[in-house]
């Protein structure tokens, strides 16, 4: 499928993309482009997608201590977590 379609450029240098073009890249609200311009003055644009903390879960090994996760782990860390501020806080860094 080849997309040839045409915007102009504000007097503040912005463009409105397309919704054809956001449709087809499935680009949402916080998504970013990447433009790269090449030496004979080709312009690359492609798509940079702010993922969900779920999704980037996703993609990270599983948490382990050697047996399942419980919630006094959790609770421990962050109590740990909240002490270590406070040490900060006080300590002025």
Known sequence: MVLKLTTTMTSK???TLPAEIRQAL?????DELRFELT?????NVAPRRR??????????PPLTLGR??????IDDAVAAAMDE?????????
């Not at 501020?85 to 860094?93: D, F, H, I, K, M």
Request: aromatic share 2%; proline share 3%.
């Open 13 to 15: 240098g912005q463009f």
């Open 26 to 30: 499935d680009l949402r609200p916080g």
């Open 39 to 43: 030496d004979d003055k080709q312009l």
């Open 51 to 60: 993922r969900s903390i779920r999704e980037l879960r996703a993609t990270l």
């Open 68 to 73: 399942d996760l419980t919630q006094a782990d």
């Open 85 to 93: 501020q406070e040490q900060r806080v006080r300590s002025g860094n």
